[in-house]
């Protein structure tokens, strides 16, 4: 078998077999078949596509090519979640000690933040000594003892994606669905969970702009979860504004907390209640949406969620005063009050925009290197649709450097707009994909 041949018949349109998949990502893997040859056939694969056996045939390929989690040792069913990037999407700090406080184990592996995205981790890191790595023993002890840890990736996890995704990135491969959903589902598989449930985001600030793109991805990843053996499940959800209020990695860890004392954002419990609806009906805790509500509403009020959020971060080393005292979480030296020129409506909250700013406040990264500053961000005072008098507080901008704050106030500005007309309330969930269709509301 030869690379060229495998190249050759995905530029031609021919189907793949397994076995020539699976040669290609153990050459890959291994160095044995040259960059350019795999630069190559990811220029194929994103001008011919490939059919849901060959995707499903990769993402195996790429989950085989490290180390596969067993977590049989956790009792129950174990439901992992996963969100395509988001700005102000808080939901894993939310919707994960909820579901847990449900009895579903949530044995959790999560990325760091790039771009105008942020990453789990990094919030958690916030928490000071907060441990995010940890042997793979230890987080499955802390998951049979408590319910619940959620850890960083091992370096064994995938390795075949690591260099694949870096190949994509200087190749002008990054946005194809076959990749994009080969690269999400071979780490969520190799993470071994029992299901998955996905939040597929869709608008200006989500990887998919448009609905119908966002289905096909959300249907292509389905689709390899369950050929994979893995419950599987989708939501389409909007991602025009910011989900939170916070965006930033201390203050989304704030505004975790207050959310899980019962004092969330209407938008965001929104999602997080969606999203943890399907998580405990895979894992059979719920057998509908009404059960499964009725046991979030609970968790929630009764503090139960509130409570194993302080029992994994205790878990794993964390400070749980500072899940109570806010001024133990790192602060900001410097802050701007962003106010309303004119008295109206806010009609715009560009979340690209916005997720860029915090970025550049520190919050984020531009390359994968780059080091944040966990304090730093956007606290955002009004959503779309609020009311604003001139002169009232919009949103508060943080950092440790001045200037650069004075620098990205005027973009700040500039994703936000206000009008004299209310917007109607935009769509939070456009759909849920299932291997056996689609329910678009």
């Known amino acids: 078998m030869r690379a060229v041949d495998i190249i050759k018949k995905k530029r031609d349109g021919i189907h793949l077999r397994e076995e020539e998949i699976n040669f290609l990502i153990k050459g890959c893997s291994s160095d044995v078949i040259p960059d350019y040859q795999i630069a190559a056939f990811l220029m194929a694969t994103y001008f011919r596509g490939m059919s849901y056996e060959e995707v499903a045939s990769f993402t195996l390929a790429m989950a085989n090519s490290g180390k596969i989690v067993d977590l049989s040792s956790i009792n129950g069913v174990k439901i992992d979640k996963h969100s395509t990037g988001g700005v102000a999407d808080t ?16 044995a959790k592996m999560s990325g760091r933040g790039l771009g105008h995205t942020g990453g789990t981790l990094d919030k958690l890191e916030s928490i000071p000594g907060m441990r995010v790595s940890l042997p793979l023993e230890k987080f499955i002890d802390i998951v049979n003892t408590i319910g619940i840890s959620i850890i960083g990736q091992t370096e064994d996890l995938v390795p075949a994606d ?27 598989i190799a993470g071994g969970s029992d299901g998955i449930v996905l939040d597929v985001k869709v608008g200006d600030g989500a990887f998919m702009k448009d609905v119908d793109e966002a ?28 989900l939170g209020q916070a965006i930033g990695n201390s203050l989304e860890v704030m505004e975790a907390c207050e959310a899980l004392k019962g004092r969330g954002n209407s938008d965001l419990m929104e999602v997080c209640f969606t999203l943890g609806s399907l998580m405990s009906i895979l894992a059979g805790v719920a057998k509908d949406r009404e059960e499964a509500l009725d ?20 878990a794993q080393g964390g400070d749980v005063n500072a899940l109570e005292d806010y001024s133990l979480l790192p602060q900001a030296r410097f802050k701007y009050e962003l106010k309303a020129k004119a008295d109206g409506y806010v009609s715009k909250m560009a979340a690209e925009g916005l997720g860029i700013c915090a970025m550049k406040l520190g919050a984020g990264r531009e390359k994968k290197e780059d080091r ?14 609020e009311h604003v008098n001139k002169g009232e507080n919009i949103a508060t901008l943080y950092g440790n450097d001045e200037k650069r704050l004075q620098e990205v106030l005027p973009e700040a500005e500039a994703s936000i707009k206000i009008s004299g007309q209310k917007e109607s309330r ?16």
């Open 162 to 188: 690591k260099k694949l995704y870096a190949l994509r990135d200087v190749t002008a491969t990054v946005d194809s669905i076959p990749l994009i959903a080969s690269s999400i589902m071979s780490k969520k």
């Open 295 to 314: 046991l979030l509403r609970d968790a929630l009020n009764s503090g139960r969620g509130m409570m194993k959020l302080k029992e994994m971060v205790m």
């Open 91 to 106: 939901t894993t700090l939310i919707v994960c000690p909820l579901v847990a406080a449900c009895g579903v184990p949530i």
């Open 215 to 242: 289905v096909k991805l959300a249907k292509t990843m389905v689709n390899i979860g369950e050929s994979a053996g893995k419950k599987t499940v989708a939501v389409i959800t909007d991602m025009n504004q910011p």
């Open 426 to 441: 935009r769509k939070l969930v456009y759909g849920i994909v299932r291997r056996d269709g689609i329910e678009m509301f």
């Open 372 to 385: 944040i500053d966990l304090s730093a961000g956007i606290f955002l005072n009004k959503k779309v649709g």
